[in-house]
């Protein structure tokens, strides 16, 4: 439900309700109504500041999905920021990254293949 994506976030981000109301601007009262359910249908600029807040998509907020359903690139921490800063000063393009994330792809899948194969010749 809204309320406990809410209260996840929130606590992710290492906010209490009085902090996440402050910078958000919003009724910390209302906002706590929201993380327990009470109140349920929050306006869309209510979502809105508070999804500004926590770093999130709207439709995160909306959708229903679990957070680990979310998109890694919204959760990335400070050790993979460094590293792509890193790539990028050490002249990685968006394409070498895209490239790269392939090639990974098809590792994972030859492995994958392997071990089929290799089940497979044990079985016979």
Same mark, same amino acid.
């Given at each position: ?8 976030? =929130?606590? =992710?981000? /290492? ?66 920021? =460094?590293?792509?800063? =890193?790539?990028?000063?050490? /002249? ?33």
């Amino acid at each position: 439900m809204l309320g406990e994506r809410l209260k996840r976030l =929130r606590k =992710r981000k /290492g906010y209490s309700l009085s902090e996440l109301s402050e910078l958000a601007g919003v009724s910390k009262s209302y906002l706590s109504y929201l993380e327990r359910n009470i109140q349920t249908n929050p306006s869309l600029q209510f979502l809105n500041k508070i999804a500004v807040t926590l770093e999130t998509e709207l439709e995160f907020l909306l959708n229903g999905e679990s957070e680990d359903d979310k998109p890694e690139v919204l959760m990335l921490d400070d050790e993979w920021k =460094r590293l792509v800063q =890193r790539a990028i000063s050490e /002249g990685f393009s968006k394409e070498d990254f895209i490239h790269f994330k392939e090639y990974m792809e098809f590792q994972k899948w030859q492995g994958a293949k392997k071990t089929v194969s290799k089940k497979e010749e044990e079985e016979a």
